[in-house]
C-alpha cells in the first residue's frame, strides 16, 4: 500500500538528541551474532523498551543455528525483517513464517514457548527483534501473534523520501500494529540524500532513532548530532522532531512508545514487577505451565 503527501511540520521540534551510542556486540539463542543497540550496560532499557537488538550478516554461520525453543512471560517481542526468511512455532499451536518486510509482534503474557529458526541455508539474514514491556494489569493475558505480512504494512512518499508505517500513524497513513497498553509509533524510513523531514511524537512518550544505513544530522543541545549507521539516539521529550539525510541518504527507524513506569523484575526470558512473580515464572515454567 502506498500513498503520497506533503510534509506536514510538526507542531514543535523541541526533541534533540541526549545520548547517543553504538551497540554492543553480542549472541543470543543458538549462537546467532548480533549487536545489542537497548538493554545493554552502554544503553540501559528505555521505557517502556526493555531491549533493542539489530541482527544482520550473509555468513550462514552467524544465524544458522536459530533460536529453538525458549520461553517468555509478561511482555511483547517485536520482530521486524529486512532480508532473509524466519519460521517460528509455538507450544500453543501457532505457527508463521516472517519474510522480508514482514513484522510479527507476539504478546508473551502469562506465557508462551516457541522457537525462530531460519528458512534458508545462505544469503542474507537482516532485521531487528525489539522487547516491549507490559503494564501489571496486562502481563498474565493470554498470549497473541500479529503476523503482519509485507503487504500490509502501509508505505508513504513524500519529497524526498518514503516511510513505512508499522505502528502509530504518519502522513495520513496508519499502521497495522495494535498495542494498546503503550501505544507504538513505528516507522521505518528512506531519505534522499540531503532531505530533510519532520515528524510528529506524542508528548511525554519516549522515543528513539537508529540508523541502520547512511547518517543523518539531528538537534542536539545548543546545536546538531550526527548519528551514524549503526548508531542509536534517545530522545528529548517534546513534540516532534526535525532532521535531514547527509550526502549519503539515511536508511533508519524511529520508534516510541508510552512509558509504563512501573517496577521492572527481568530474569532473562521472564519480565515481571517484583523478584517473587519471577520465581514464580520459573516454578511454573519448569512445572509445563506454559
Do not use: C
Not at 545489542?36 to 550496560?41: A, E, T
Not at 517485536?78 to 510479527?104: C, F, I, K, W
Amino acid at each position: 500500500m502506498s500513498t503520497s503527501s506533503p510534509v506536514t511540520p510538526a507542531a514543535l521540534h523541541a526533541r534533540h538528541v541526549v545520548r547517543l551510542t553504538a551497540g554492543m556486540p553480542t549472541s543470543d539463542g543458538a549462537g546467532v551474532k548480533l549487536t545489542r543497540l537497548i538493554g545493554s550496560p552502554q544503553q540501559p532499557p528505555i521505557d517502556p523498551f526493555l531491549m533493542l537488538d539489530a541482527f544482520g550478516t550473509e555468513r550462514p554461520q552467524d544465524y544458522i543455528a536459530g533460536f529453538p525453543s525458549h520461553p517468555h512471560r509478561g511482555f511483547e517481542t517485536v520482530t521486524y525483517m529486512l532480508a532473509g526468511r524466519m519460521r517460528h512455532r509455538d507450544n500453543h499451536g501457532g505457527e508463521g513464517l516472517l519474510v522480508p518486510g514482514s513484522v510479527q509482534w507476539m504478546t508473551a503474557g502469562r506465557g508462551i514457548v516457541h522457537s525462530e529458526m531460519p528458512e534458508q541455508i545462505e544469503g542474507e539474514m537482516r532485521g531487528f527483534q525489539l522487547w516491549v514491556n507490559l503494564p501489571a494489569k496486562d502481563k498474565m493475558q493470554a498470549p497473541r501473534y500479529q503476523d503482519i505480512a509485507p503487504e500490509r504494512i502501509p508505505s508513504v512518499t513524500f519529497s524526498g523520501g518514503e516511510a513505512k508505517v508499522i505502528a502509530g500513524q504518519f502522513l495520513g497513513a496508519e499502521g497495522p500494529v495494535s498495542a494498546v497498553a503503550t501505544q507504538p509509533f513505528f516507522i521505518d524510513v528512506r531519505l534522499d540524500a540531503g532531505a530533510a523531514l519532520d515528524i510528529p511524537l506524542q508528548r511525554g512518550h519516549s522515543a528513539f532513532v537508529h540508523v541502520f544505513g547512511g547518517a543523518l544530522v539531528l538537534p542536539a543541545s545548543g546545536g546538531e548530532t550526527r548519528v551514524a549507521t549503526g548508531q542509536l539516539a534517545v530522545l528529548s521529550d517534546g513534540d516532534g522532531l526535525a532532521l535531514r539525510a547527509e550526502s549519503a541518504g539515511a536508511r533508519f527507524i524511529v520508534v516510541a512508545g508510552q512509558p509504563i513506569r512501573e517496577p521492572v523484575a527481568w530474569h532473562g526470558p521472564f519480565v515481571m514487577n517484583t523478584n517473587e512473580e519471577i520465581r514464580q515464572a520459573i516454578a511454573d515454567y519448569q512445572a509445563g505451565k506454559f
